[in-house]
């Protein structure tokens, strides 16, 4: 229908609905003025937590990126447990040679080839006993030398001259002599003689050519190890007989790791190593066994992919490397400047191949 002139149009207008009042014209309470919260300030005695201390932030912190610190030996102080002990060695021995000299004489009464047999059979087990004494003795302070080289390579870092760094480049290589996977390095030092090198760079120098092959060794020992406790203790139907052989294989691998670096350690040259190894792993903490984690060195959700026994089979592979970085830094003549130190990230994606967290935080996503 359409409009003719005569019909008269309609103006545009606005309508109200009854539905209430707008919003703009409810009555709102007055404020009261008395209920109103005074200004204040805060207390100036509040002090912010650093990130460094806080121990939620630290728990959140993926264990690759966290940089473990460098092993360093024990100080050897006076003891009253060693006092002790070495009076009640010295008279147990005084004991012992009573006894013999008492056993010795009554031989002799009865028969003079006995009392001979027995003089002659105490005077071999007493050259047994003083060569175990003196190779025990020859293996601690081969250990005392090599920490020695590494202070001493320390102090030459920062002296001005280059005739510190050059001496202990020659104690390195004297201390090397016999290692044959050193020897392009120690010919290549060699023809360094004539030629003007600072103290810093010869240092790094020499770490790079007598080192690197070590170094290399060295890894490989770590990693061996790992996977050999990650193995074992994944299918071992027992938490004793894991026990054992983690001892067991860090042991040799503590001594294997000593010998590549020179230290050549007898008993009790192994024993202060394995004493000073635990002695870093108390006080800087070591790996903490639980699902949490794996989730955070294998990448959230690879825990339930993971059986029980093959997760605690990677946690103790995990553990054993960081037994082995440890004696690394126990055992290596020179510090870690040149050369990149490992860490327990360098050994994750060998322990689970085809694991690592990328993977799997990918495929998570795309299911």
Not at 239 to 246: E, M, P, R, S, T
Not at 263 to 273: A, E, K, Q, V
Not at 338 to 358: C, Q, Y
């Amino acid at each position: 229908m359409t409009d003719t002139p005569d019909t008269p149009r309609r103006k545009p207008a606005s309508f109200t609905l009854d539905s209430g009042p707008a919003p703009s014209q409810i009555d709102k309470p007055a404020p009261d003025r008395q209920s109103r919260r005074a200004p204040g300030s805060f207390d100036e005695n509040i002090v912010m937590t650093a990130d460094a201390e806080d121990p939620f932030i630290e728990t959140t912190t993926a264990l690759s990126a966290q940089a473990i610190p460098e092993a360093r030996p024990r100080k050897r102080r006076f003891s009253f447990a060693r006092l002790a002990a070495g009076a009640f060695g010295l008279l147990f021995s005084l004991a012992v040679g009573l006894w013999i000299d008492s056993l010795i004489r009554d031989l002799f009464t009865r028969a003079d080839w006995l009392g001979y047999l027995a003089i002659a059979a105490a005077a071999i087990g007493a050259m047994a006993f003083l060569a175990v004494v003196a190779r025990e003795l020859a293996g601690l302070w081969q250990l005392k030398a090599v920490q020695a080289l590494k202070q001493e390579a320390i102090e030459a870092s920062l002296a001005p001259s280059p005739k510190a760094a050059r001496k202990v480049m020659d104690h390195l290589v004297a201390l090397l002599a016999t290692k044959p996977q050193t020897a392009r390095g120690r010919t290549r030092l060699k023809e360094t003689e004539g030629e003007i090198i600072d103290g810093p760079h010869l240092l790094d120098l020499t770490e790079r050519e007598l080192l690197t092959p070590l170094d290399r060794e060295a890894r490989a020992l770590i990693l061996n190890a790992a996977r050999r406790v990650s193995i074992v203790t994944a299918v071992s139907p027992r938490a004793l007989v894991d026990i054992g052989y983690v001892v067991y294989e860090s042991a040799r691998m503590i001594r294997a790791m000593a010998e590549l670096y020179g230290g050549r350690p007898g008993t009790f040259g192994l024993l202060r190593l394995m004493r000073d190894v635990i002695a870093h792993l108390a006080v800087t903490g070591s790996i903490a066994v639980g699902d949490s984690l794996i989730q955070q060195v294998l990448g959230h959700g690879i825990a339930a992919k993971l059986s029980a026994r093959l997760g605690e089979g990677v946690i103790n592979g995990l553990m054993t490397a960081r037994i082995g970085i440890a004696a690394m830094d126990l055992c290596r003549p020179m510090p870690f400047k040149a050369l990149r130190r490992p860490g327990i990230g360098d050994f994750i994606g060998d322990l689970t191949p085809g694991m690592s967290g990328k993977n799997m935080s990918g495929k998570n996503m795309s299911d």
